[in-house]
């Protein structure tokens, strides 16, 4: 006896609900429905339905309605779906298969059979849920020593680079703002939420490689001579190869968008950029916005070797090429957003 688990029946012939319940009434909860839409306001609600048996031909939402719309939702991967019918149409039957059902029960009902071949769909998705719940709970947690991980490597940054503490956590916005308006305006550098995601954590990084600077460099009140401006062009350099003492402990992704946003940040549309000389989309879209927000953050903060300039100074000093060529498509969606970045940049 299971009487935690719930069954809903759908049938608009009341004998054919009856005879159901009267099958499972010992072992589960059951609750009735006589059509498709009054299945679905149940499936909304709180109640937790174990398994659903769903008959075909009904009015108002027959049985493939039913299904469609719960494949719309998404319910069909959490409900198994067990299809009533009397029909024997292999088109129908395959139909239902297609649209997520997971068995045909046809009619008349053999009750000890029906019992065990539902009980068994029900148990295997219990189990289902109970491994994603526990795979969920454990990329939570990788997620969550990733991001401790980031955050000591920016710490160490900061400790070398009086500028770059805040620096980084402003770069993280500036992404966030900046990548979210280029994936929604162009298909081709369309990500999802969990993507940008992983790149914003990811643009922390992008300056870890100034860990390796000497200090006469990295904070030199005046303008690096050519040679020390060669030496600060390694950090792009020198971050992955700290990067590629750690990857066995970072998740994939964010490895690899980190990796790529410190090493390729300070390359440009042009390919006048360093180390590699990259040019147009050889050059990811995440280590370009990255970039873009490097260089606003750079041009209106206070440096050591010069003072803060204004919002729209920095902004002309990027559209005209002064801190090198970007992505006409990046600027674009720059300027959509440059007035919350004026905003929220400095709140």
Known sequence: MDKEKTILIVDDIEINRAVLNEIFKDEYNTIEACNGLEALKILNSNVEISAMLLDLVMPEMNGFETLREMSRTGKIKSVP????????????????YHLGAVDVITKPFMAHFLKHRIGNVIELYRYQNELESIVAKQVESINEMNHSM?????????????????????????????????????????????????????SVLHDVGKIAIPDNILNKPGRLTKEEFEIMKQHTTKGCEILQKIPHIMDQGLYDYSYDICRHHHER??????????SGDDISIWAQVVSVADV????????????????????????????????????????????????????
């Not at 779906?81 to 239902?96: C, K, N, R, W």
């Not at 703002?177 to 081709?188: G, H």
């Not at 204004?310 to 992505?327: L, Q, R």
Request: aromatic share 8%.
């Open 150 to 202: 980031v955050e000591t490597l920016a710490t160490l940054i900061e400790f070398r680079d009086c500028e770059s503490g805040e620096h980084v956590k402003r770069i993280c916005g500036l992404t966030k703002i900046l990548m979210t308006q280029v994936s929604s305006m162009y298909p081709e550098y369309r990500l999802s939420k969990e993507e940008i995601g992983k790149i914003v954590t990811s």
């Open 81 to 96: 779906v067990f299809l009533i019918t009397a029909e024997e149409s292999q088109d129908m039957l395959l139909e239902g």
């Open 296 to 347: 606003y953050d750079a041009l209106t903060a206070d440096r050591v070797y010069k003072k803060a300039f204004s919002h729209e100074t920095a902004v002309e000093m990027i559209h005209n090429g002064d801190c090198g060529i970007f992505n006409p498509k990046v600027l674009e969606a720059f300027d959509m957003v440059v007035d919350r970045i004026k905003k929220e940049h400095r709140s």
């Open 269 to 278: 549309w042009d390919g006048r950029g360093y180390p590699d000389g990259l």
